[in-house]
């Protein structure tokens, strides 16, 4: 059960990325995009945490601080992933972000002991390979000049594993994972408040914040499945799946763009499955 659960988690946070590639594609704004996100996955957070009688844990400090560090871990991150992508190509920039789940399996492997072997070992490196694969492009340079990249990517890194794997901790703490989500989308969503003095055009604005409106649903959803296949499951087995969900994002592009792909993005998505498969087994 917690296999489906994780597969699940990484589809539904996969289409969040979708969406924000539509947007992308519509020229909307990443700022009111990433605002109506963190606006609508506060709100789900919040009515699952109401429906589900944690919402009165909110009352706990631990829960605040919980949030509070997850929160920066995702506003932070994928601030500083956007900053990275000017100064570096998406070909190194985005597996190499991602490549934060090696830091959960590490975590939950030596320092929980979750069992780990030999197949399950092979299947979470051709999902780490899917990955990686996935953000090849077609001539894109992959020469690094600017030193400010390693700075931005190295810490984005280390952002994105304070949610991913912030989420394993509180789970092993006995914290339910709702309203620490909640404060940690409110958290993110104040961030996102500031105002910026970019000049963008109305429409830019209104593309942004619904499609980012309902990105922020998914993400809710999927971040909310990911916290139940850790709780129900291995760390160690789950991040690696949820960290698949980029390839979501390349075969909505497929089927809907008409993107074609190159021979290595197509062998991302054969790894993805033969990993899961061996991961079954």
């Known amino acids: 059960m917690w296999l489906i659960t994780a597969i699940s988690s990484a589809i539904l946070f996969g289409l969040a990325g979708w969406w924000m590639k539509v947007s992308q594609m519509r020229g909307g704004s990443t700022k009111t995009l990433l605002l109506g996100l963190y606006a609508s996955g506060t709100l789900g957070f919040g009515v699952h945490a109401a429906l589900e009688g944690t919402l009165d844990r909110l009352s706990d400090p631990h829960i605040w601080i919980a949030g509070l560090i997850i929160g920066a871990g995702s506003a932070w991150g994928n601030a500083l992933f956007m900053k990275a992508l000017h100064f570096g190509p998406a070909s190194l920039t985005s597996p190499l972000t991602n490549m934060n789940i090696i830091l959960v399996v590490a975590m939950a492997t030596w320092w929980y002991q979750e ?20 953000a090849h492009k077609r001539k894109e340079p992959l ?20 949610r991913n794997g912030g989420l394993k901790v509180t789970e092993e703490m006995g914290f339910p994972s709702a309203p620490i989500l909640f404060i940690a989308y409110a958290v993110s969503l104040c961030w996102f408040l500031v105002p910026s003095n970019a000049p963008v055009s109305r429409n830019a604005e209104r593309t942004g914040l619904w499609l980012g409106i309902v990105a922020g649903l998914f993400s809710y959803g999927g971040l909310q499945l990911y916290a139940m296949a850790l709780a129900t499951g291995q760390a160690n087995l789950a991040a690696p799946i949820f960290a698949t969900n980029s390839l979501v994002v390349a075969a ?16 991302a998505f054969g790894c993805t499955i033969l990993g899961l498969i061996i991961i079954r087994l």
């Open 115 to 134: 069992p780990l072997s030999a197949s399950e070992a092979v299947g979470i490196s051709l999902l780490l390979l899917a990955v990686i694969f996935i």
């Open 252 to 267: 909505g592009a497929i089927l809907y763009y008409k993107e074609k792909l190159t021979f290595v993005q197509w062998t």
């Open 143 to 162: 020469t690094i000049t600017e030193k400010r990249w390693f700075l931005l990517v190295g810490t984005a890194i280390i952002m994105f594993a304070l």
